[in-house]
Antibody, heavy 118, light 113 residues
Framework: QVQLQQWGAGLLKPSETLSLTCAVYSGSFSGYYWSWIRQPPGKGLEWIGEISHRGTTNYNPSLESRVTISVDTSKSQMSLKLSSVTAADTAVYYC????????????WGQGTLVTVSS | DIVMTQSPDSLAVSLGERATINCRSSQSILSSSSNKNVLVWYQQKPGQPPKLLIYWASTRESGVPDRFSGSGSGSDFTLTISSLQAEDVAVYYCQQYYSFPYTFGQGTKLEIK
């Protein structure tokens, strides 16, 4: 059974850089896209971006200037960095797997609450 | 960006009754290359990540009960729960995979009447 385990700092100050990592266990890393999605407390879902196992990225234009998604296939891990955070970036951040064929996110990480506060 | 609009925002249905949630996209999301509507539905329960229910507008994900079904084409889509169970209380989201950014609907909260 594929499992996605994510971790990273949960409390940041404004202007700092958010950094999260997502590791994939019990499943292939190759042949999929891997995405990041966030959800502000009590609100809906926002797609941040995705990366292929080969490193091809696609980002949400609303965040593109601040976002970097990278992959380490040797560790079956991907990472999210979001620079210059503000309170508006406070959210639960999820990593998720995307099978080929644009079939949605079929496996998700447990989510990481990141709070931005001075 | 493609805007996804769900209706209603909230819905209360009696146990055993049918629940219907609608999702409309601001443009057609029928992929010409695959001839598939690249629309997915998720279910999210409190404190949990979303769970994939339906992809390509009408294909049920493995393990999803057959009381969940998806329909529609072009820009109008529907998620139907044929006989509501207590465990179906959740927020439901649609998402388009037609073009970047892959946008979500605002969510529909489903409760028991």
């Amino acid at each position: 059974q594929v499992q996605l385990q994510q971790w990273g700092a949960g409390l940041l100050k404004p202007s700092e850089t958010l950094s999260l990592t997502c590791a994939v266990y019990s499943g292939s890393f190759s042949g999929y896209y891997w995405s990041w999605i966030r959800q502000p407390p009590g609100k809906g879902l926002e797609w941040i971006g995705e990366i292929s196992h080969r490193g091809t990225t696609n980002y949400n234009p609303s965040l593109e200037s601040r976002v970097t998604i990278s992959v380490d296939t040797s560790k079956s891990q991907m990472s999210l960095k979001l620079s210059s955070v503000t309170a508006a970036d406070t959210a639960v951040y999820y990593c998720a797997r995307v099978p080929l064929g644009r079939r949605g996110n079929d496996h998700w990480g447990q989510g990481t609450l990141v709070t931005v506060s001075s | 960006d493609i805007v996804m609009t769900q209706s209603p925002d909230s819905l209360a249905v009696s146990l055993g009754e049918r629940a219907t949630i609608n999702c409309r996209s601001s443009q057609s999301i029928l992929s010409s290359s695959s001839n598939k509507n690249v629309l997915v539905w998720y279910q999210q329960k409190p404190g949990q990540p979303p769970k994939l229910l339906i992809y390509w507008a009408s294909t049920r994900e493995s393990g999803v009960p057959d009381r969940f079904s998806g329909s529609g084409s072009g820009s109008d889509f529907t998620l139907t729960i044929s006989s509501l169970q207590a465990e179906d209380v959740a927020v439901y989201y649609c998402q388009q995979y037609y073009s970047f950014p892959y946008t979500f609907g605002q969510g529909t909260k489903l409760e028991i009447k």
